[in-house]
């Protein structure tokens, strides 16, 4: 191997580690939503508790676009090596604080506002970090194979999902559960200093890209790249159209292919925690190579066709996959083993009141393996003039072996499908950009496509199955048909349309791949 090529692999090797590290410190939030809605929110309401949640995870998200804009400035005004190690410790620092916040039971409502602030710090750093670590490694890259060697970014957004579902498993596997629910769930956040020290000290060797030493030493620095980026009629067309015509449809395929599909599997299929977070590994895992493939692709055919293909199939084909999961594995298509059905009824005194908590536990086996259980808590007031919290119910399945592989195989198209919009998409953002501006420039649309538009896909569409199934309810309740007829579908409707919105856009109006890598 030539010394250039290890040069290279190293920088790709570098910038991908630390970019992991960051995705890892962004999602394992996300991961452990479930988790969190029980220890910074009212517990009252768990549904309320959990959009809650769902909602400070989407603020990280929100955030990552004015991260964009002040590290991207950073980035083209002092450069990319700097500008990232800048957000690798900021992303870092907030990630280990979460894992020290106390409970809400312990400080009360600064427990969810200090969460916050931290989300918010975290989704500042990563709408700093892509774009320069994408931009790094671009102008490094050779011309012929500039989508191959960026493709080695875009696989970190989801190995560093899958970590954080690795690492979370792993301590649970090493605990028993009321310990990983009173003090586990905080290692993976504690983890995190550990990791983005070693990704540190990766970095800090790092020379600066080839590409705006140049431009720096023959005075081709931006002066105000903000106004550069944005304030030019022609600069500004090509940001918009890689937002509406590309990053907005691609974020949407991410979030609904990757962290939608784990909430749906969740929450709406009721599948255990740790089965469901198995099936998504294994699809993960099974899919990823394929970034590198269509990323390697896009050099040799455009990266247009391959990105709006993903997107156009995620618009034909959600609806099918997603009614696949529900139906492998909803308990009306499965036969009850007979005299199966068990019921556990518990009291127990609720400590420092004279209030009790009544626990009812309903288990029953089906004929295909799958185990049902459903955990129903009521509180009894000793006062009765009080109003007591709302009833707890919390369904789980544990499913069989036959289903988890049907699972794995619809996560895995689902897995394809964004492979094919995300493989090419560093490639075709740092090519639509000059070296002066390309930081700010890339940075933003694609953080407002994946921060916003993506980031807020799971919240909006838990909100909207919510909706739906308390919409069927109130018509049972009033003795009138239901609305939706399939309420857990409901979720898609908001990324089948801003992805469809996407791919008009993208095809009329993006003509090609790139203008200014060659300067």
């Known amino acids: 191997m030539t010394h250039k090529k290890q040069s290279l692999a190293y920088i790709i090797s570098a910038s991908s580690v630390g970019t992991l590290i960051e995705w890892y410190d962004f999602y394992i939030f996300g991961s452990l939503a479930t988790v969190l809605s029980t220890k910074f929110f009212p517990t009252d309401n768990p549904t309320a508790a959990f959009l809650n949640t769902l909602a400070t995870f989407a603020a990280g998200f929100v955030v990552r676009p004015f991260g964009a804009l002040v590290f991207g400035r950073l980035g083209d005004l002092i450069g990319r090596k700097y500008t990232f190690m800048v957000t690798l410790m900021l992303m870092g620092g907030a990630t280990f604080a979460i894992g020290l916040v106390p409970s809400y039971t312990t400080i009360g409502a600064f427990a969810p506002i200090l969460v916050l602030t931290l989300r ?42 899958v970590i954080s579902l690795g690492v979370i498993m792993l301590t649970k596997a090493s605990m028993s559960k009321e310990a990983f629910d009173d003090f586990g769930w905080r290692i993976p956040f504690l983890l995190s200093a550990l990791m983005v020290l070693v990704s540190f000290i990766i970095r800090r060797n790092m020379s600066e890209s080839p590409l705006f030493e ?33 990053t907005m449809g691609q974020g949407l395929v991410w979030y609904t292919g990757q962290f939608y599909a784990q909430t ?27 970034f590198i ?92 003039s009080k109003e007591a919290p709302k009833a707890d119910e919390k369904t789980t399945l544990l499913i069989n072996s036959s289903d988890r592989w049907t699972l794995i195989l619809m996560v895995f198209f689902l897995i394809s499908f964004v492979t094919m919009a995300y493989g090419p998409i560093a490639a075709f953002l740092v090519e639509l950009f000059p070296t002066k ?3 700010t420039s890339m940075s933003l649309p694609y953080h407002i496509g994946n921060g916003i538009f993506g980031g807020l896909m799971p919240a909006i569409a838990t909100f909207l199955v919510t909706q739906a199934k308390d919409a069927n309810k109130a018509a049972e309740e009033a003795g009138q048909a239901v609305v939706y007829a399939k309420p ?32």
């Not at 105000?224 to 918009?240: C, M, Q, T």
């Not at 009141?353 to 086996?365: E, G, K, Q, V, Y």
């Not at 856009?505 to 060659?518: E, Q, S, V």
Request: glycine content about 10%.
């Open 437 to 439: 501006i390309r930081y």
């Open 214 to 246: 140049k431009a720096k030493a023959e005075g081709k620095m931006a002066k105000n790249p903000l106004k550069e980026s944005f304030g030019h009629k022609l600069n500004l067309k090509y940001v918009l159209l890689a937002l509406f015509g590309a």
């Open 120 to 161: 918010l710090l975290q989704g500042l750093a990563l709408g700093g970090e892509y774009g320069g670590a994408a931009t790094y490694v671009a102008e490094h890259s050779p011309d012929e194979k500039r989508g191959f060697y960026t493709s080695w970014i875009q696989t970190t957004a989801t190995v560093g999902l």
């Open 293 to 384: 493939f269509f990323g390697g692709l896009s050099d040799k055919i455009g990266r247009k066709g391959i990105m709006l293909a993903g997107m156009l199939l995620g618009v034909i084909f959600y609806r099918p996959i997603f009614e696949k999961m529900y139906q492998t594995v909803n308990l009306s298509n499965k036969e009850k083993v007979v005299n199966s059905e068990k019921i556990d009824r518990k009291i127990t005194s609720i400590d420092g009141t004279s209030d009790s908590l009544l626990t009812t536990t309903i288990s029953a086996s089906y004929t295909d393996g799958t185990q049902f259980k459903k955990v129903i808590k009521v509180t009894k007031l000793a006062d009765a």
């Open 264 to 290: 749906f599997l969740i929450k709406i299929c009721n599948i255990d925690d740790t089965q469901a977070n198995t099936i998504m590994v294994i699809g993960l895992l099974i899919g990823t190579p394929l």
């Open 488 to 519: 857990y579908l409901e979720g898609l409707n908001y990324p089948l349309a801003l992805i469809g919105v996407c791919v008009v856009i993208g095809l009329i109006y993006i003509k090609g791949t790139g203008r200014h890598m060659a300067e």
